[in-house]
């Protein structure tokens, strides 16, 4: 059981890039970390670097798997508590990203399920366990509000979860609900996004976390921020 002097987190996709960077952040400040993460050898390599830090309950899984969110749900009950909520997994879709009209419809479900569906479906098993003041995160993208030619999939995924995520601050105004732009970053999926081109040129995602440090640490209002701003002090 968590003391009330030590904070709990669930971070998904956190094996790699921006899961795997906040996590490695959070373990240095000594929160509780329960992650998950679809790969299984990736994410027992995180899990072991992160515990020398700190508690850590890993458990590999695709969130779109009720069994799965049964799983993490689990964990966090044997806890007791949960500070705080981070859906960062997400799927790209299709590399190269086709436009609309050719879009597969199955894998445009599977995108929807992914990055929209499963995130809601994780917040209502967990909701029980966040109290007052406690944080939720989704991670979304600049596609979610900007036209882009070719993110018809993922940009709209993220443009729903953002919807979501407006409606459930105004339903639950006892939580601090924020969806959080962290701006392009040198991940895998980025790399997925550009086949073949060259993103050295992006930031790594270390450079986001601060942003998010400040939204789980401090006071702000619910709403859409952009981590690199929260990071920098600028107003948006």
Not at 4 to 20: C, F, N
Not at 151 to 165: P, T, V
Request: charge should be negative; aromatic fraction near 6%; hydrophobic fraction near 40%.
């Amino acid at each position: 059981m968590a003391t009330s002097h030590t904070r709990t987190v669930l971070i998904t996709g956190a094996s790699r890039g921006l899961g795997l960077a906040l996590a490695r952040q959070l373990a240095r400040e000594g929160w509780i970390l329960v992650v998950d993460a679809r790969g299984i050898q990736e994410l027992e390599e995180a899990r072991r670097e992160l515990a020398h830090a700190t508690t850590v309950i890993a458990i590999p899984g695709d969130i779109t798997d009720p069994a799965h969110r049964q799983a993490l749900t689990r964990a966090v009950q044997e806890i007791g508590s949960l500070d705080a909520l981070i859906n960062n997994a997400s799927i790209l879709g299709p590399s190269p990203q086709p436009p609309l009209l050719e879009y597969p419809l199955n894998v445009l479900e599977q995108v929807y399920r992914t990055n929209t569906i499963a995130q809601l479906a994780l917040i209502q098993l967990l909701g029980r366990f966040i109290p007052p003041g406690g944080c939720i995160i989704n991670i979304t993208s600049d596609a979610a509000v900007e036209a882009y030619a070719g993110w018809g999939g993922y940009g709209s995924s993220k443009a729903a979860l953002e919807q979501l995520s407006r409606i459930l601050a105004v339903e639950n105004p006892q939580w601090r609900i924020y969806w959080v732009d962290p701006g392009d970053m040198r991940t895998q999926m980025h790399q997925q996004a550009f086949p073949g081109e060259d993103i050295s040129d992006r930031p790594l995602p270390e450079v986001s976390v601060p942003g998010l440090l400040a939204l789980l640490n401090g006071t702000y209002p619910s709403g859409r921020y952009q981590a690199r701003a929260l990071s920098t002090g600028t107003t948006q």
